[in-house]
């Protein structure tokens, strides 16, 4: 068996033992006859795996009692709409932060249904940065207030988080959710879509606290209402049970074999820095990223060259390195280093771009 190492920013990898856990299981789960994706959502043996799922998320992420944990469909974009549609019905105004791609698109949705205010933005860097705020340009009557906490594209990450007072923090953890701890009662709504750090694509991890649900704008479809969801349990209708079976998996590894967030956090680092050591003493490669904001999960970083660039992804990938391309906005190249990444296979690409360096520098 040929594994690569897959930097890619999502799909990304999934631990090994992950997968071989759910290859043993995938024709007879645990005695039922039946593979989990067979399995009516209905059944007593998949409420009890959905039921898991829930309980070791908030243990692993320490959620408090008022929030409420939904399985959705539709990807992290959908919650771009979602939010607005569920929270912007006060005084209809919310402030957005716009720092990456994703962002823009969350600010552009929310647009187009209420009052929105770009209170920041780093564009202007090629959202190489985290801009400064300055909580007296923010919209004291504001629904929410909403940031993308890590930004996968360009590799910056908040350290601090914005004082919003009274106003809920809404943010989009996609690419950092079960990295490091977080304080989840500091936001009013944390969510990911799962294909980073947590599960295959397919679902969406909403974390609400309860007295944001059911404040949603008239009209807005059934399956957009926080409410819905949460009354049901996430089974308002078909929920993505294989995925969320694949979470059950990783949050077990997390916990099990990880040892927790704090020591997920301290795994993370110390292959990060293995990589930004390597860049910031690097003659050819360097990171575009303001050092103070880098992420410890996608990591950008260019030559300046760019039939270099290229000449890089391709031996990469020949020597086993794939999806090291970078975003067609930076050019370049990224490491995306999620929670699966292995800490040799940060050590042997550094050793290996270390050699292009020798070679081509
Ligand atoms: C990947 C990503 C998204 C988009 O997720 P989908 O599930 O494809 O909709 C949104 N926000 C961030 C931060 C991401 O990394």
Not at 43 to 71: C, H, W
Not at 274 to 287: E, I
Request: aromatic share 10%.
């Amino acid at each position: 068996m040929a594994r690569v190492y897959n930097f890619s920013a999502g799909p990304s990898m999934l631990p090994e033992s992950v997968l071989s856990k759910a290859a043993a299981e995938m024709m007879d789960y645990q005695g039922s006859g039946q593979s989990v994706m067979e399995m009516s959502h209905r059944s007593k043996v998949y409420q009890g795996i959905f039921d898991e799922t829930e309980a070791l998320l908030r243990e692993v992420m320490e959620i408090p009692d008022n929030y409420k944990v939904l399985f959705l469909q539709g990807g992290a974009s959908s919650q771009f709409a979602m939010i607005p549609m569920n929270l912007m019905n006060g005084s209809g105004k919310a402030d957005y932060v716009v720092t990456g791609q994703f962002a823009k698109k969350a600010y552009k949705e929310a647009a187009r249904y209420g009052e929105v205010k770009v209170v920041a933005s780093s564009e202007d860097k090629t959202f190489s940065y985290i801009p400064k705020l300055d909580p007296a340009t923010f919209t004291p009557d504001a629904d929410y207030f909403y940031i993308c906490m890590n930004n996968t594209i360009f590799g910056t990450v908040y350290h601090d988080l914005p004082e919003t007072g009274d106003v809920p923090l809404v943010a989009d953890a996609s690419s950092c959710i079960l990295s490091r701890p977080i304080d989840v009662s500091k936001f009013g709504i944390l969510y990911a879509g799962a294909q980073k750090n947590m599960a295959p694509a397919g679902v969406t991890v909403v974390i609400i606290r309860e007295d944001l649900i059911g404040k949603t704008m008239d009209k807005t479809p059934t399956m957009f209402d926080y409410a819905a969801h949460a009354e049901a349990g996430s089974m308002y209708n078909t929920p993505p049970c294989w995925s969320i079976y694949m979470m059950k998996l990783v949050l077990e590894w997390i916990k099990n074999d990880v040892g927790g967030l704090d020591k997920m956090l301290e795994r993370n680092e110390k292959k990060a820095a293995l990589l930004y050591d390597f860049l910031d003493n690097s003659k050819l490669f360097k990171s575009p990223v303001a050092k103070e904001d880098r992420s410890l999960m996608n990591v950008p970083f260019v030559t300046g060259d760019a039939d270099l660039d290229a000449k890089f992804v391709k031996e990469a990938a020949a020597a086993g390195f794939v999806n090291i391309k970078g975003h067609r906005s930076v050019g370049g190249m990224r490491a995306s280093i999620y929670n699966a990444m292995p800490y040799e296979g940060v050590e042997k690409l550094v050793a290996f771009m270390a050699q292009f360096e020798k070679e081509n520098g």
